[in-house]
């Protein structure tokens, strides 16, 4: 679940950024408007956390734009405001949900999670794949009952297959899903993460295979 958080004040932007990484998903920050546009022309994200007072054009400027263009990425609002008129404003802009600080992080990557699996028709953070059983909330995996020891981008790694099921993902779609910012990268390195994942699946059901020239797909094999 890769993320972009738009807020302008520091502190709490780097805090965030701190508990979404220990918790092993990546994020990356902007300040502004002006700059989130930037990163929306370019890069992929499953997720916008917006707060609505932001130098420069508002959060609620950059969601009308978004969804006058037809861009349906899950958006959650951070304000400081608690006027009812506010988050009725957020939700008829086009916000798929709201929240007002102060708030609880644990509260707020609980409704990540919902819009990212209600992003993808799910109910439930149970993914259940022939043997293979995730929990998205816990970031655990099991093979026939067995705990698989995954190191954080593995698990990273084998999120966004499940969700991607029957889908060629080229390398840059993976690297677009699994690094911020700050992160150097190269394609080697992608390549390391996923044999040592195939190791961890080994006898599970779920098969990532190599589609020459293209990318990797995984697929369910019951």
């Given at each position: 679940m890769r ?7 520091q ?8 508990y ?7 994020i ?5 408007v002006?700059?989130?546009?930037n ?5 992929d994200f ?10 420069g054009?508002?959060g609620?400027q ?5 969804r006058a ?14 006027e ?7 939700l008829?802009?086009g916000?798929?949900?709201?929240l007002?600080?102060?708030f609880?992080f644990?509260?707020?990557?609980a ?9 993808r028709g799910e109910?439930?953070?149970e993914?259940?794949?022939?043997n ?7 970031h655990s995996?099991?093979?026939?009952g067995?705990?698989?020891d ?6 990273q ?11 060629v ?16 990268y190269?394609p080697?390195a992608?390549?390391?993460t ?7 699946l080994?006898g ?14 995984a697929?369910?094999?019951?």
């Amino acid at each position: 679940m890769r993320m972009l958080l738009i807020e302008d004040n520091q502190g709490l932007a780097e805090s965030i950024q701190v508990y979404f990484r220990n918790l092993g998903e990546p994020i990356d920050w902007v300040n502004s408007v002006e700059q989130a546009e930037n990163s929306l022309s370019f890069a992929d994200f499953d997720l916008l956390i917006l707060d609505i007072n932001l130098p420069g054009k508002s959060g609620f400027q950059l969601l009308q734009s978004l969804r006058a263009s037809g861009n349906r990425l899950s958006v959650l609002m951070l304000t400081a405001r608690t006027e009812v008129d506010d988050r009725v404003s957020s939700l008829d802009f086009g916000a798929d949900d709201y929240l007002a600080k102060p708030f609880d992080f644990r509260e707020l990557a609980a409704r990540c999670r919902a819009l990212y699996r209600r992003e993808r028709g799910e109910v439930s953070n149970e993914v259940q794949c022939g043997n293979l059983h995730y929990n998205l909330a816990t970031h655990s995996a099991f093979v026939e009952g067995k705990l698989l020891d995954l190191r954080p981008r593995e698990r990273q790694l084998l999120d966004l297959f499940l969700h991607n099921l029957d889908r060629v993902l080229t390398k840059d779609d993976i690297s677009n899903r699994l690094y911020h910012y700050d992160e150097a990268y190269t394609p080697n390195a992608i390549e390391q993460t996923l044999t040592r994942l195939r190791k961890h699946l080994d006898g599970s059901s779920l098969i990532i295979k190599t589609i020459r020239g293209l990318g990797y797909l995984a697929h369910v094999d019951d």
